[in-house]
Antibody, heavy 126, light 110 residues
Framework: EVQLVESGGGLVQPGGSLRLSCAAS????????MNWVRQAPGKGLEWVSYISSTSSTIYYADSVKGRFTISRDNAKNSLYLQMNSLRAEDTAVYYC???????????????????WGQGTLVTVSS | NFMLTQPHSVSESPGKTVTISCTRSSGSIASNYVQWYQQRPGSSPTTVIY?????PSGVPDRFSGSIDSSSNSASLTISGLKTEDEADYYCQSYDPSNRVFGGGTKLTVL
């Protein structure tokens, strides 16, 4: 069974740091790009960051660029999100999500997020 | 960066058909695949449509997706509505360095 399990959420003060983890199982983790997606309480989904299967390509949403760092350890089947300089507006449930994609003669194609974890809640408050 | 715009909410009766739109602000809707996700309260999102119009296994054929280049939009159509379809629905697409979600549409089946 394909499974993603996030951990590391909690309450942190503004300006603080937190590291989220996502443990993957049931599939060949090293073959897939991965993402972090967040959802503030009562709000919609917001993409946070992307990392390719080999970590060669990394992208961030403008709202977190320079503060968050995505990484992965394929030997440990794990995805991470280091969050620094946290703000109240970073309060959200953070999901890790698997992204199948491929290249053909017309270029790069993403098939979206086909597997999501249960999420971990990050609360930034004093 | 582009945006995806969805209606905030739609409602329809059981057994009827509803269509949710998703309009891309810039760039062609046909240039990158569109996905649709269903999210029930307290649960993680699940895919109901990928690659514009493909259904994952286990998703009933009452769910269908399409794109319309003339309006630069994608649509999710759910026919034969059931009360269990009541949920939030999000469209999503991408460009090479971004993944973008629509704001979400709350579907009420009453």
């Amino acid at each position: 069974e394909v499974q993603l399990v996030e951990s590391g959420g909690g309450l942190v003060q503004p300006g603080g740091s937190l590291r989220l983890s996502c443990a993957a199982s049931g599939f060949i983790f090293s073959s897939y790009s991965m993402n972090w997606v967040r959802q503030a309480p009562g709000k919609g989904l917001e993409w946070v960051s992307y990392i390719s299967s080999t970590s060669s390509t990394i992208y961030y949403a403008d709202s977190v660029k320079g503060r968050f760092t995505i990484s992965r350890d394929n030997a440990k089947n794990s995805l991470y999100l280091q969050m620094n300089s946290l703000r109240a507006e970073d309060t959200a449930v953070y999901y890790c999500a698997r992204e199948p994609n491929y290249y053909d003669i017309s270029g790069y194609h993403s098939l979206g997020f086909d597997c999501w974890g249960q999420g971990t809640l990050v609360t930034v408050s004093s | 960066n582009f945006m995806l715009t969805q209606p905030h909410s739609v409602s329809e009766s059981p057994g009827k058909t509803v269509t949710i739109s998703c309009t891309r602000s810039s760039g062609s809707i046909a240039s990158n695949y569109v996905q649709w996700y269903q999210q029930r309260p307290g649960s993680s999102p699940t895919t109901v449509i990928y690659e514009d119009n493909q259904r994952p296994s286990g998703v009933p054929d009452r769910f269908s997706g399409s794109i319309d280049s003339s309006s630069n939009s994608a649509s999710l159509t759910i026919s034969g509505l059931k009360t269990e379809d009541e949920a939030d629905y999000y469209c999503q697409s991408y460009d090479p360095s971004n993944r973008v979600f629509g704001g979400g549409t709350k579907l009420t089946v009453l």
